[in-house]
């Protein structure tokens, strides 16, 4: 019986028999990973393995980018970052997935959901608002952004290596917002409840 029964997007479901068993093996792996420890599946996870070698190599370039023994800024500076594109981008998959995570990290749903909704209207640290400011700012105006977005980061006191992953990162919310919008994919109605 096919894993891709459920219709959670604009696109044709996945077709087993098109994904090689290795990549399937993997995708089983974080499947079995989120339904252990969350009780449900995030659905891109049953959506994205519609072109399975594409997904894996998104996969791939994302876990590079949250691996905190090798990246320069915190997780929880990530989501929060991720959290105002979103809001920016007005992208409801990605709200409510990494509204989700961040509760994971910081235990305060209410935090998050002040940040979800205007991050203007919670309470950051300095750093926190430098990133949040970056975020929003080359969301909103990408052909304005100039060498005072890495300046302002600076004078918040951050590293160069930390301004580029900051530019990874804005860059890669603001990606995955569009082709997450562009092919209608439904949250898993577990993320709007789960770490709360």
């Not at 700012?137 to 600076?154: A, G, I, K, S």
Request: net charge negative.
């Amino acid at each position: 019986m096919s894993k891709y029964t459920e219709q959670l997007s604009y696109l044709q479901k996945p077709d087993e028999k098109n994904i090689p068993v290795e990549l399937q093996l993997e995708f089983d792996k974080h499947v079995d990973f989120q339904q252990e420890n969350w009780g449900f599946i995030n659905n891109l996870f049953k959506i994205l393995p519609l072109n399975p070698l594409q997904y894996k190599g998104f996969l791939d370039f994302k876990n590079t980018m949250f691996d905190e023994n090798t990246c320069y800024l915190s997780n929880l500076d990530k989501e929060m970052m991720g959290l105002v594109v979103s809001s920016t981008n007005s992208c409801a998959y990605c709200l409510t997935t990494h509204s989700d995570a961040l509760r994971g990290l910081t235990g305060d749903a209410n935090w998050v959901d002040q940040l979800t909704y205007n991050y203007r209207s919670a309470i950051l640290t300095k750093k926190q608002r430098a990133l949040c400011d970056y975020a929003y700012y080359v969301t909103t105006y990408p052909q304005e952004t100039t060498r005072q977005q890495v300046d302002l980061l600076r004078l918040a006191g951050f590293s160069d290596h930390e301004i580029l992953e900051a530019s990874f990162i804005a860059g890669f919310f603001n990606f995955t917002n569009r082709w997450v919008s562009t092919i209608g994919a439904v949250p898993n109605p577990g993320h709007y409840t789960h770490n709360r």
